[in-house]
């Protein structure tokens, strides 16, 4: 069989492009690598910056996405995609997976992209418990008390900044002495006097049991340890894309993103990528969503010219 279309992936963009691509009348399959649909989202706590759903649990908008694609009927296999090969001079995609082959017209890549870790004693645990990796998304929780952000990217000085208003103690923790963000952002961190830098330090374990407690950190200089306490912790250290299986034949940019724009286009047609997994401005579940209908929405244009 070929289908209309497949989708790689489950996350909000996944499960959008599902439900977008049942009310199209395509026949559409989804294949998800995890047991539990939902992408990043069901590791959320609580989702506040969802409109029209304050404080949702990140567990329950996960299902709630996937319940709407079910009842729409979409088809959703639980298999690890291997590589992507095309057919027919390219008007097949063949999906090769680690069980069962399957074919296409058009794909939707919604694989999503994961927080890079620390990888440091405690950070799995304490993930959602005072620990989190996105500051838009959880500071408000934390408003009026002091939280740390780690890494010295655009996202950590924004993240910085954000939680600065509305946080009592903000302490930015970077492996060495300068910021790679942006300089606007820099002067912008200097400006507000609840902000301190710990420079050339590291985290080197998260300590609490059933919440944050405080962290260990070392200066990398002089070799000293100690603790620092903090309500909150914020790991802004990069992301890292789920795209190693497509670079035989997508362009991706330096950061392992699918390089394509808002309408999911990407380099080779009849192919288009959705969510986190593109270059794109901002990743939160809400521009997630919004991908996945772009994408399918493509996918029929596409689909007209076959
Ligand atoms: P990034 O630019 O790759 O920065 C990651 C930061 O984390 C770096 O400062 C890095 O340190 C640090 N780091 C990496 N691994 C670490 C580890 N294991 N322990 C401690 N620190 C670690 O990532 P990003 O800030 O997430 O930004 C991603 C991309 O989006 C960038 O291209 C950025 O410019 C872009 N972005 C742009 C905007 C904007 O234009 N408004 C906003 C957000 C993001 P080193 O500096 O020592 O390498």
């Given at each position: 069989m070929i289908y209309d279309v497949i989708v790689v992936g489950s996350g909000p963009a996944g499960l959008a492009a599902a439900i977008y691509a049942q009310r199209a009348r395509l026949s559409a399959l989804v294949l998800e690598k995890e047991y539990m649909s939902g992408g990043q989202v069901v590791n959320t706590y609580e989702v506040d910056n969802y409109p029209g759903l304050p404080e949702i649990g990140g567990f329950e908008l996960g299902m709630k996405f996937r319940e709407h694609a079910e009842k729409l009927g979409a088809r959703f296999i639980n298999i690890e995609v291997r590589h992507i090969e095309l057919e027919d001079e390219g008007r097949v995609k063949v999906v090769y997976t680690d069980r069962e082959e399957y074919r296409a017209r058009a794909l939707v890549l919604a694989m999503g992209a994961r927080h890079r870790k620390l990888g440091v004693p405690g950070e799995e645990n304490l993930t959602g418990m005072g620990v989190s990796y996105c500051a838009t998304c959880d500071g408000a929780f934390?408003?009026?008390?002091?939280?740390?952000?780690?890494?010295?990217?655009?996202?950590?000085?924004?993240?910085?900044?954000?939680?600065?208003?509305?946080?009592?103690?903000?302490?930015?923790?970077h492996r060495r002495d300068e910021l790679r963000a942006a300089a606007i952002l820099q002067e912008q961190l200097k400006k507000h006097e609840n902000v301190e830098f710990l420079w050339d330090t590291e985290v080197i374990g998260i300590v609490g049991d059933d919440h944050l407690d405080c962290l260990k950190i070392r200066n990398k200089k002089d070799g000293s340890e100690r603790m620092l306490d903090v309500d909150g912790l914020f790991i802004a250290v990069g992301t890292i894309p789920d795209t190693g299986f497509i670079t035989n034949i997508l362009q991706l940019d330096e950061g392992g993103y699918i390089i394509a724009g808002e309408d999911g286009k990407t380099e080779i047609p009849g192919i288009f990528a959705a969510g986190d997994v593109r270059t794109k401005q901002l990743r939160q579940i809400v521009t997630a969503v919004s991908d996945g209908a772009n994408a399918i929405t493509s996918v029929q244009a596409y689909l007209n010219t076959l």
């Amino acid at each position: 069989m070929i289908y209309d279309v497949i989708v790689v992936g489950s996350g909000p963009a996944g499960l959008a492009a599902a439900i977008y691509a049942q009310r199209a009348r395509l026949s559409a399959l989804v294949l998800e690598k995890e047991y539990m649909s939902g992408g990043q989202v069901v590791n959320t706590y609580e989702v506040d910056n969802y409109p029209g759903l304050p404080e949702i649990g990140g567990f329950e908008l996960g299902m709630k996405f996937r319940e709407h694609a079910e009842k729409l009927g979409a088809r959703f296999i639980n298999i690890e995609v291997r590589h992507i090969e095309l057919e027919d001079e390219g008007r097949v995609k063949v999906v090769y997976t680690d069980r069962e082959e399957y074919r296409a017209r058009a794909l939707v890549l919604a694989m999503g992209a994961r927080h890079r870790k620390l990888g440091v004693p405690g950070e799995e645990n304490l993930t959602g418990m005072g620990v989190s990796y996105c500051a838009t998304c959880d500071g408000a929780f934390f408003k009026g008390r002091t939280v740390a952000v780690v890494g010295g990217g655009d996202v950590a000085a924004e993240d910085a900044l954000f939680l600065a208003r509305g946080c009592a103690k903000v302490f930015l923790i970077h492996r060495r002495d300068e910021l790679r963000a942006a300089a606007i952002l820099q002067e912008q961190l200097k400006k507000h006097e609840n902000v301190e830098f710990l420079w050339d330090t590291e985290v080197i374990g998260i300590v609490g049991d059933d919440h944050l407690d405080c962290l260990k950190i070392r200066n990398k200089k002089d070799g000293s340890e100690r603790m620092l306490d903090v309500d909150g912790l914020f790991i802004a250290v990069g992301t890292i894309p789920d795209t190693g299986f497509i670079t035989n034949i997508l362009q991706l940019d330096e950061g392992g993103y699918i390089i394509a724009g808002e309408d999911g286009k990407t380099e080779i047609p009849g192919i288009f990528a959705a969510g986190d997994v593109r270059t794109k401005q901002l990743r939160q579940i809400v521009t997630a969503v919004s991908d996945g209908a772009n994408a399918i929405t493509s996918v029929q244009a596409y689909l007209n010219t076959l």
